[in-house]
């Protein structure tokens, strides 16, 4: 959740501006949008569709935010995840955060952390990672997403991952702007992420990934 105080940070002039405004939507049956406690005084947001990334507060108080607040990850597509995993942690020296098997997406993958590290125990804490990651993805079968892509254009870049503040809205936000989402509900992604795909032809040829991450609080002292 992004804070600031009034007045402590700068207002967007940007005319191109769509609002989206409403009430933080509840959990949707394939994952929940949000398992991290919130406020009383804070489920009143407002999304900004809008080329600059400013937070400020608006005159009736509500708490602006950025849609896309970050680049979470960049998915690339490969055939075989050990190989993958071995030329970027030899070549980068990038740490391996987490290895999973998503049925569902019909993937194994891999994120390795991209920024300040040790980026394991930033998660493994529950403090959460302030970097990126690359996502490799080794398709579990050629019927898949990653599968069909891999025989169509071969190993490469397969989809962008942006980090949203809440996935439902997120969406809600790019539907409005009329874009089609492959996800009608957010799904289960890496490290307890809830996900959504919006679709590539309506983005310029790019698969979009929209990424709510679970934030764990500190257990109370
Ligand atoms: N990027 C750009 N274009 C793509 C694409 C991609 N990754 N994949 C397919 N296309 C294009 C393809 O080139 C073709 O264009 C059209 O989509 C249909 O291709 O102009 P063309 O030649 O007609 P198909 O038939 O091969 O694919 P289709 O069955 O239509 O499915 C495409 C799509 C985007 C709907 C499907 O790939 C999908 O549902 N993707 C979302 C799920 C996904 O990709 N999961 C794997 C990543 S899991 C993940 O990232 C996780 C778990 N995580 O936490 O981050
Ligand atoms: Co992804």
New binding site residues.
Partial sequence: MIRAEPGSVKRSGDSNTAQITGRLAGEGPEQAADRSPRAPDNDRLTWFAHRGNDTYWDPEGLIVLPLLDRID?V?I?CRDLDRAMGLYQATFGLEVVSIEE?QE???R?AMLAVGPGPAAAAVASGAGYAGGYV?L?EPLSPE???G??LA??GEGI??I?YGVTDITQAMSAISAAGIRL?DERP????MG?S?A?A???DLG???T?L?QFITVSAPPK
């Fill in positions: 990850h998915g597509a998503n997406q019909g993937v993958e996502q993805l898949t997403p990653v069909k892509f169509r254009r397969h989809h991952g492959i799904r289960h992604g890496s992420a996900i795909f679709h590539p032809a040829g790019v698969l990934e990424v």
